[in-house]
């Protein structure tokens, strides 16, 4: 018994040491505040209980040289209309020796002293305006908007948005960003970390603001990164704990243009902007010119007589209903007046109608952009109440429609559209949706009164749309999982045109495929790969609800043999595998040719694919064997991979030739859909001599074609005349 109580406190002992010491290492690993990010929780009352008079106090940073443009068309387009609505605006620009010049439409300018307003870029300028709000303005308002003269701000969507949130949460709102191309990875950022992005607005609490601004003097002395938003993130980490948010609608309410030079931007054009952003957004980024700022705001100015107008008319049919005593509401579509005339089809972008001369011809223009506007809004309505019930519905396809035009009672339209159903909460999922929408385009009421001026009213907007329970689209294709390994840091850029790759040809497109992923790490601190897989696959979790993948990383020398055996325990035996590398660029074909030749039971497919010179061409490579697909039980049955080569190749001809000598069928063909991109290659001198001569051969027969090399040599002072 003595010596069992000895053998309990020893190892009590033991576990007081290891906590004590684990505590005094983790305090010496976060010795540096400000890249560490230590998370702190702070309670309710840490700010002082006076009850706020002003929803939102927004900050436009600009410049005292485009007061008079962009910031006037700032304030007539949407900050005059926040004011109007008990908010606040300001207008901050730096110190200058010249005055502030004359100001055309009497805007609030704040000048932040020892800042310069060409200071660039602008971290202290944007800290300094912080600090002027939280001074100003800290108790007075729940919540604080910083924003770019660039921006349009949908003020009755924001004011929306926040009121059903709690401003006394440390909360920090915007569109949450990593890095644009080649800045991802190199932002001084952990992997889970991120910022909001400074071009589509950031929202911060007060309580936020309240515990950001004391940070800001030890965060101007610790900056990392020449970008404003990244370093406004990283401090609001430090102060409150808090990274911008994660949600996959933070993209479509913080909308940004992509595109443009240096991708900051393609300038927004109010007469093509997408439906669904109008309908969503509660800011666009970029909108430089003051001529597009005012036609937007225009925009939403008749969008919103629109609504008031369809309103009216849907009361009007209430009325007449009540005093009919109908026990059916507008919805019914008895009340509706009837339909006469003839039906004109929609299909493949093609009109089929009953006037003679013109029974097949291309949907005009007009057409085409009253049935976007239609299932813009029937989109709209289902997904009302998308934020509460945890999931979005987006449009994807139109597969047909009938329309019938009718000059005294308006248009009616049946739809037949596919929809793409993502579900973020209890059981994550994304599915297709198809839905047949019957539509009713009343005319409204003749108005009439002098226009000063020319002037053009909006089209009417749908009366009745179904109900939002989805009808499941079933996908009959077979499920493919594809497989692949992948170590050291120069195949980052092959790994990011990967994944490019996955989400243009598989996620977007809907295709049932999942993906297992082996990541080697020759070491504790080789991270760049583990880094990238990580927040991609966090972008595409938030992205694609439902995806399936797996990420598996061994720990020591790369082998591809041992990846791949990896790799395929972690599938199932009746999983269709399809074995790629990173190198290869591939499409949604390629992946159809996989389940076209890859039969269980019966055959396996070795693709041959293109492969890239250095300087443009290439050739296709009959030689090799590395991509091929096949139900994990036949290749298993077969032998597998085997898992003691090391290094560069021949894992993959050792399956070949294996499966050659069984009883399935081997099918071999080129296929353009599989290119393989150009990298230098590498061989080790430690690759035993028969990999070695591979090896050699690959890197000869991929630099340059027979033809040049052939020019190159002639030409050169190898050969005397």
Known sequence: MGRFLRQAL????????????????????????????????????SVPPTDPTIPVFAG????????????????????????????EVRFFVGASEAGLPDNDCNLEVVVLKGVRDDDYPPQRKSFEMFKWMEENYGNTSSWFMRTDDDVFVNVDRLLDFLSGIDPLRPLFLGQAGRGRGEEEGHLSLLWNQNFCMGG????????????????????????????????????????????????????????????????????????????????TAITIHPVKSPRNMELLAARFKAKKRLKLLTNMRKLKFDVEALREDAEDDVDNLEDIPGISGSWDFIYGHNLYTTVKGREKVKVPVRLNKEISEIISKVVEKINKDAREKGRTIEFRDLYYAYVNHDPVYGNTYILDILLVYKKFQGKKMTIKVRRHVFVREMLLDHHVRQLTGLETLPSPVPAVVPGDTPNYYEDERRAVTMLMTVAGENKVTALKRFFADYEKEVLLKMNPVKLVLVVFKENSQDTSISNLVRSKVAYMEKEYPGFSIIVLEKLGRFSRGVGLAAGLDACLDSDLVFIIDVDISFNAKAVENVRRFSVEGRSVYFPIVFSEFRDGGGYWRDFGYGIMSGFKRDIQEAGGYKTDIQGWGKEDVDLFDKLLRGNLDVLRSIDPNLVHKYHKVTCSSSLPAEQAVMCAASRANTFLPVDTLFSIVVNSSLISP
């Open 10 to 45: 020893f190892k009590l002992l033991q576990f007081f040491l290891g906590m004590i010491i684990g505590h005094i290492c983790l305090n010496l690993y976060d010795s540096d505040p400000v890249r560490l990010h230590k998370i702190k929780a702070y309670p309710r009352a």
């Open 60 to 87: 436009i940073m600009t410049a005292r040289k485009y007061l008079n443009s962009r910031g006037c068309s700032a304030w007539r387009s949407w900050a005059s209309d926040l004011v109007k609505l008990g908010g």
């Open 200 to 279: 589509t607005g950031m929202v911060l609490s007060r309580v936020t603001l309240k515990h950001f601004v004391p940070k800001i003097d030890t965060c101007l002395t610790n900056l990392l990164t020449s970008h404003e938003d990244v370093e406004v993130g990283r401090c609001v980490t430090l102060a409150t704990g808090q990274s911008c948010t994660w949600a996959y609608e933070m993209q479509t309410l913080f909308y940004h243009s992509a595109g443009g030079k240096d991708e900051r931007g393609l300038e927004i054009q109010p007469d093509s902007i997408n439906l669904n952003v109008l309908n």
